[in-house]
């Protein structure tokens, strides 16, 4: 039986857009392996498999159920070894830690002051009202002033990305001369973006938006078959 | 015949302060390799082998030479394949340059900025002239003026490791429960800035500095063999 990757989705389920549910989608992808999606709104989560997880993605692979994209990446590792490996030994599983730690924490708060309104009109009524509230209350403003000047803001996130930049200058992928499930973690920050705002944030030219193609165009295109926002 | 790690020192031969010459220090140490040490200053770099490399630290193992310590690094893993792995397989060989990328691009120039007057006191003569000199003309400005006001740059050092902090709350060390050569590189940083200056930086508490505390134990405490600075 295939497995099932539950996925966020906004008003139109053919537009996942969560970052961590990419880098889950692409692990599978990578592994090879055989899946069918389940979209799910933000609200529609609590009730998934039971109640199993507050976040998606969840993998649900015969009967077991595995939550949050790393947990997944290592469940695929340690259950499909001779598939391709998503870590490349044990010195990268831990290392990839480091690199979701710096994805989340130096990317992912930018890109959200990016697009988050965006995110917002794309979702369902229901979600609309539920996004809103609570990140509102994180954010402690409303989402219209937490994306204000939106513009100023892609350059120091451009700047901040120097370190990927300078090793995107030297290797294909973070990976080495292909990809690991690194690359998908920071892939997956990108393609929130693409999917979810017509904002242009890479400019032709640099060295992570070429990157960020070559990831777009891994397996059969995988991450391309998504548009991105117009 | 024990290799030789050529390293740069000041006017105390007993106090190697590079940072890249620690991480390749510890490299032979964690390969449990057999090694002596030559010191130089600055300006005796370019006189080493015959002037084979214009940075330290330079690797001799027989006939072969060595610069730049993450090519020791690399030179000395697929050397010593049987001793301790530095990279724990090559997805962490990759992973590792994105350490280093952001070790270099993150917390090397931020401690340029609190140490390098420290680092000029403590050079020889010939040394400081050609430190002073080089540095003021890269930095576009004085040494003194260069870390005026350095006490109100260590906060914002310390905001900017949070990416490595969060790891380190998770897991001893970046290389997982063990230290591979990642943990090494940004060993090297705050090493440098601890043998240098007695600028206090890491404060008690911090996950970071407990982790540098686990680093300097290492191989027999080899990292907390020179005293801090005073």
Redesign the interface.
Known sequence: MAMTLYELVGSDAARPFSPHCWKARLALKHKGLDFQTVTAGFTEIPGLEGGFSKIVPILKDGETLVADSFAIAEYLEATYPDRP?L?????????????E??S???IHPQIARLVVLDIHAGLGERDQSYFRESREKAFGTTLEAFVADREARVEPLLKSI???R??LA??A????ESP?F?DYIVFGAFQWARVTSPLPILPAGDEVAAWFERCLALHDGEGGKVPAAA
Chains 1, 2 share one sequence.
Not at 91 to 98: E, K, N, V
Not at 173 to 176: K, S, V, Y
């Open positions: 490996s870590f490349g030994g044990e010195g990268g599983r831990a290392l990839s830690r480091f690199v730690s710096w989340q924490r130096t120097e370190p990927l300078a090793i030297r290797q992928f973070l990976g080495g690991l690194a």
